[in-house]
C-alpha cells in the first residue's frame, strides 16, 4: 500500500468511527435547552444520552460477528442508513420519550462504523503495522470529541437543538457516499465465520470463563464509566453551576479531550519503554488520586471553576493511558476470537458508561455529583485491576500486547 493510499484509508476509516464521538459530544451543549423545551429533568434528557450509549453495547454484540458472517461492507452501509434515518427523525421529535428511542437507533448505527471500521483495519494489517495505522487513525478521530461541543455550540447561534440533528443526518449521508463507494470489502468468503448463533455463544460463554479477560474487560468498563459521567454531566455543570456560555463550554469540554488525546498519544512512546501492565497501574492510580481530589474541590469549592477543570483534566489525561491498555491486555489473551472478545468488551464498555450517564442526573445537576461518580468509577476500576486481574499475572504478554496498545 503506498502511501497515499494509506492517508486515504485513514481519513475515510477515521471519519466513520468519528461518528460516534461526533453523536455522542455534539449535542452536549443543547442539553439543558432540550430539557427546557420537552419539559423534562436533568436526569430525563441524560436519558437520551444512555440511550445511544445502550445502542452502541447492543451494535458491539450484534454486528461484530454479523460483520464476520457476512463482510464488513453490508452491515456498514445499513449501519450508517439507520444513523441517517434516526437523524433525522430526531428533528421532528415531538418528546424526549422519542428522542431517547432514535438515540439508540443512532447508537446501533455507531456501532455499525465503529465495529466495521475496526474490522476493516484488522483484515489489512497485522502486528507493528496494525499499531501504526491506529495511532494515525486515533489522531484523526481523537479530533472529533474536542471539535464536537464546538460545533454545536456554533450550530445553537443560528439554530435551536434540533440543527445538531440537521448536521449529523448531513455527516452521515457524506459517510454512507463514501462508504458505498470508496470501501471495498475485505473479508473474503472463506475468511467468514460461519457457527451461527449457537457458535457465537460459545465463543462468548469460553470469553466469560476467564477470570483474568472478564477482568480486565470491567476495568475498560470502569473507566470509560468515568469518562461519561464526565460527557454526561459536564454541561449542566460547567453551564448551569459555573455560568459559561454555550461557547465556552465548548472550549473548556474541548480542553479536557486534549488531556484524553495526549495520552492516548503518549502511552504509544512509553510503550516503547514499559510494559502495558505496569503503565495501566499507575495511569489508574493517577486517576483515583486526581477523581478524589476532584470531589473534594466540589464539596469544598476551593479554588472553584479552575480547580474543578484541572483535576478533571488530569482524571481524563489518565484515562486515556487506560482506555487502550485494558483492552489491549484483554484482546491479546483471545487471539483465535478477537471479533467476538471485542464485540463483547466494547458492548461493556458502552454499557457500563450507559449507566453511569443518567446516574449522575440522579444524584443532582452539580459538580459534587459529577465528580463522585468520576471518580468511583476510577477507583473502582483500580479495585478490579489490583483484587481480580491482579497485574503480575500478566508478565510475558508484553510484546503481543503492545502491538495492540499503541493504538
Do not use: K
Not at 461492507?73 to 421529535?93: D, K, N, W
Not at 497485522?126 to 489522531?139: C, I, P, Q, Y
Amino acid at each position: 500500500m503506498t502511501p497515499r493510499q494509506r492517508l486515504r484509508l485513514v481519513l475515510v476509516l477515521g471519519s466513520l468511527i468519528a461518528i460516534g464521538p461526533l453523536t455522542i459530544d455534539m449535542y452536549l451543549p443543547a442539553l439543558p435547552a432540550i430539557a427546557d423545551e420537552l419539559h423534562t429533568t436533568s436526569a430525563g434528557v441524560q436519558l437520551t444520552l444512555t440511550g445511544t450509549l445502550a445502542g452502541l453495547a447492543l451494535g458491539q454484540l450484534l454486528i461484530g460477528p454479523l460483520s464476520d458472517a457476512v463482510g464488513r461492507r453490508r452491515p456498514l452501509l445499513a449501519g450508517i442508513g439507520l444513523h441517517v434515518l434516526a437523524s433525522l427523525l430526531c428533528v421532528v421529535a415531538p418528546n424526549i420519550a422519542v428522542v431517547g428511542t432514535l438515540r439508540v437507533l443512532q447508537g446501533l448505527g455507531v456501532a455499525a462504523a465503529s465495529v466495521v471500521a475496526t474490522a476493516i483495519v484488522r483484515d489489512l494489517f497485522s502486528g507493528a503495522s496494525f499499531a501504526r495505522l491506529f495511532s494515525r487513525l486515533m489522531l484523526v478521530m481523537g479530533a472529533a470529541p474536542i471539535l464536537a461541543p464546538t460545533l454545536g455550540s456554533g450550530l445553537l447561534r443560528w439554530s435551536d437543538w434540533r440543527g445538531v440533528f440537521v448536521a449529523l443526518a448531513v455527516f452521515g449521508v457524506l459517510l454512507l457516499t463514501v462508504a458505498a463507494f470508496g470501501i471495498r470489502e475485505t473479508l473474503p468468503p472463506q475468511r467468514r465465520r460461519h457457527g451461527g448463533v449457537a457458535g457465537t455463544l460459545r465463543d462468548y460463554a469460553a470469553l466469560l470463563r476467564d477470570r483474568t479477560f472478564v477482568g480486565l474487560v470491567l476495568v475498560a468498563g470502569l473507566s470509560m464509566a468515568a469518562l461519561f459521567a464526565y460527557v454526561a454531566g459536564s454541561s449542566f455543570v460547567l453551564q448551569g453551576q459555573y455560568g459559561l456560555d454555550e461557547q465556552e463550554f465548548g472550549l473548556a469540554f474541548g480542553a479536557g479531550a486534549v488531556g484524553l488525546i495526549a495520552g492516548t498519544q503518549l502511552n504509544v512512546r512509553l510503550l516503547r519503554r514499559y510494559p502495558p501492565q505496569r503503565i495501566l497501574v499507575s495511569a489508574l492510580g493517577l486517576g483515583s488520586v486526581a477523581g478524589i481530589v476532584l470531589l473534594a474541590f466540589a464539596v469544598t469549592g476551593v479554588g472553584g471553576l479552575a480547580t474543578i477543570l484541572a483535576a478533571l483534566w488530569v482524571v481524563l489525561t489518565a484515562a486515556g493511558f487506560a482506555l487502550p491498555n485494558a483492552p489491549a491486555l484483554a484482546l491479546s489473551r483471545h487471539g483465535e476470537a478477537a471479533g467476538t472478545a471485542a464485540a463483547l468488551l466494547g458492548a461493556v464498555q458502552f454499557g457500563v458508561g450507559a449507566l453511569a450517564a443518567p446516574l449522575v442526573g440522579v444524584l443532582g445537576t452539580g459538580s459534587v455529583a459529577m465528580a463522585a461518580v468520576v471518580a468511583g468509577g476510577m477507583i473502582a476500576a483500580t479495585t478490579v485491576l489490583l483484587v481480580v486481574v491482579r497485574p503480575g499475572r500478566l508478565a510475558g504478554t508484553e510484546p503481543a500486547v503492545a502491538a495492540v496498545a499503541a493504538h
